[in-house]
């Protein structure tokens, strides 16, 4: 089941570590042409997360399924779309618990979603924005679909600001 209890946690230095070496050991497993990345909370450094690390695989989309096979691998769980067409969802709660997306290489998920860290990386008011919005979304005994659902607002807006930044500079 997709919905599951979740918390914020506060920043932990080691989240880019943990980052880094997930995208690298899917990355070196990978039979296609793929680019692997550490997106989401974890990856802004000083920005509360759930404790679970998302990395995203772009790759073409008659890829997608060697590439879920090589994820499965790994220990993940198979979600398939989980309410967002275009990506196939996979998680892992043991160990470093983490999320991985497979999408589109150069599509709208992965570019957003690059856009998004970027953009919050650069931009602390921002992030101080999105801080608040997922404290908000975190009540005590939240689940995932409601803190989804509740921070959603906040995150297309920061998403259409992304868009409109580009990665520039700060």
């Known amino acids: 089941m997709l919905d ?20 690298a050991l899917l990355r070196a497993d990978l039979p296609v042409r793929a680019e692997v990345e550490h997106i989401g909370s974890t990856a802004v450094p000083g920005l509360d997360a759930k404790p679970v690390l998302d990395v ?15 994820v499965r691998r790994h220990g993940f769980e198979h979600l398939g779309e989980s309410g967002v067409p275009g990506r196939q969802y996979l998680r892992r709660r043991s160990g470093v618990p983490a ?10 998920l ?19 924005r999105y801080a608040r919005a997922k404290r908000e979304a975190a009540r005590p005994d939240a689940r995932l679909l409601a803190y989804s659902a509740h921070k959603a607002s906040t995150v297309a807006e920061l998403i259409a600001e992304a868009r409109a930044f580009g990665g520039r500079p700060a």
Do not use: K, M, S
């Open 4 to 23: 599951e209890p979740i918390h914020l946690a506060p920043y932990d230095p080691a989240w880019a570590d943990q980052g880094r070496a997930l995208a």
């Open 99 to 108: 999320n991985v997306h497979v999408v589109e290489l150069g599509g709208a």
């Open 56 to 70: 995203q695989i772009g790759c073409a989309g008659a890829d997608t399924a060697a590439v879920v096979e090589v």
């Open 110 to 128: 992965w570019t957003d979603n690059l856009l998004l860290r970027t953009y919050l990386r650069a931009r602390p008011e921002a992030a101080a």
